[in-house]
């Protein structure tokens, strides 16, 4: 009577366990924060401090602007696969105590495929008043064939690079 007894228990208790998880799993996917697309080209975003915005995508296959006393990590050409891009940030301090620019803060996130720390920035780290603006450029080296690339920003949800700087 007793076997009896633990095989109906364990009849209800594991079909409940397996059903709590079930309901445990779609209330954390219904109440998860929506993720917050990146702002497409040339619209702003918001930052910590501030707004941001991508001026530009540039390859620098087609840049004559890229930096003469950039870092020795310019030197070399890229390697197979990968390819360089410029980025030209507007940032604009709108709260109080400014913003805080630092490129280490910035990163290029793609679809899958990794994320990608600046190779060179200029300017440097710099505290932007209220009020002000800075235009800050960042190299990258990207995947040729990398799909839905964001700057990744301080937070805010991001700038999208777009298409434009693919290579075929």
Known sequence: METSSTL???KILVPAILLGLVAALVASVVMAAPLQPPAPLGASARVTGGLARLNGVVPA???AGMPAAA???LADPPADGLHRVR???ELTALEKG??????ADYSVSGLGTGTWKALWASPGPADVPQGQSI???LVFELPDRA????LELPGG???SLGAAHHRD
Do not use: F, H, K, Q
């Open 98 to 103: 400014g913003l805080a620019y630092d490129p």
């Open 8 to 10: 109906l228990r364990a």
């Open 87 to 89: 980025l030209l940030v």
């Open 157 to 159: 949800p991001g700038l």
């Open 61 to 63: 296959e087609t840049d």
């Open 71 to 73: 870092s020795a990590a």
């Open 135 to 137: 235009n800050a450029t």
């Open 147 to 150: 799909i839905d690339l964001t």
